[in-house]
């Protein structure tokens, strides 16, 4: 099953505007995982929030966590038509048989953003 | 900049073919990963491997195996492939956790079986 699901499942928007996504997920983390994914290519890693942080910067990018609500969101300011992609979260749930950890990721959301 | 390799963009299969797909990382990693990727299901772990030759299941094993002889190359084999293996397959690979704990993807392979 997956842990975490995106919210919304696609959204448009116009350039220049702000994009905000959100991930929910089911059990306590370590971490959490931002990734995009242009069409038909692979997963680029964005940004790792850690469980005891609430908020983290990248750029364009904002990240929040709310732990208590089991919950993040991703806002991208000022969007560019480059930004068109989908946007995935990941959380790491440990592997008890191995002793190492498994990643399991949303849905996604897919994000158009209009010139 | 890390770089993982998948042998193939596209590949076309016929039911019952064995199939192997490869994955070669440049980084010196310990995990990789080998994920499908399907509309409305996002991504789904098949296998994963933390050494050489050490492998665990996934949340989607049936169907797959997977060699894992060398450090820097995990392959995946579907044994007789079926036609609701078709799909995008992602390669990914990753440092220890505790190291850090992003991971590097490949452009991955659409595989079609008929």
């Known amino acids: 099953s997956q842990q975490g699901e995106e919210d919304p499942q696609a959204l448009s928007i116009q350039e220049g505007e702000n994009a905000t996504m959100n991930c929910s997920y089911k059990t306590s983390i370590n971490n959490l995982q931002w990734y995009r994914q242009n069409s038909g290519r692979g997963l680029v890693h964005l940004i790792l929030?850690?469980?005891?942080?609430r908020e983290k910067h990248s750029g364009r990018l904002r990240v929040t966590l709310d732990t208590s609500k089991k919950s993040s969101s991703l806002l991208i300011t000022a969007s560019r038509a480059a930004d068109t992609a989908s946007y995935f979260c990941a959380t790491e749930r440990p592997h008890l048989t191995s002793g190492t950890y498994k990643y399991i990721f949303g849905t996604g959301t897919r994000l158009k953003v209009l010139a | 900049d890390v770089k993982v390799t998948q042998s193939s963009r596209y590949l076309v299969k016929r039911t019952g073919e064995k199939v192997f797909l490869e994955c070669v990382q440049d980084m010196d990693h310990e995990n990789m990963f080998w994920y499908r990727q399907d509309p409305g299901l996002g991504l789904r772990l098949i296998y994963f491997?933390?050494?050489?030759?050490?492998?665990e299941k996934g949340d989607i094993p049936e169907g797959y195996s997977v060699s894992r002889e060398k450090k820097e190359r995990f392959s995946l084999i579907l044994e007789s492939a079926s036609t609701n293996q078709t799909s995008m397959y992602l390669c990914?690979?990753?440092?220890?956790?505790?190291?850090?704990?992003?991971?590097?993807f490949g452009p991955g392979t659409r595989l079609t079986v008929t």
């Open positions: 929030i850690r469980s005891n942080e």
């Open positions: 990914a690979s990753s440092p220890p956790e505790g190291v850090a704990y992003e991971q590097y």
């Open positions: 491997s933390y050494d050489v030759k050490m492998k």
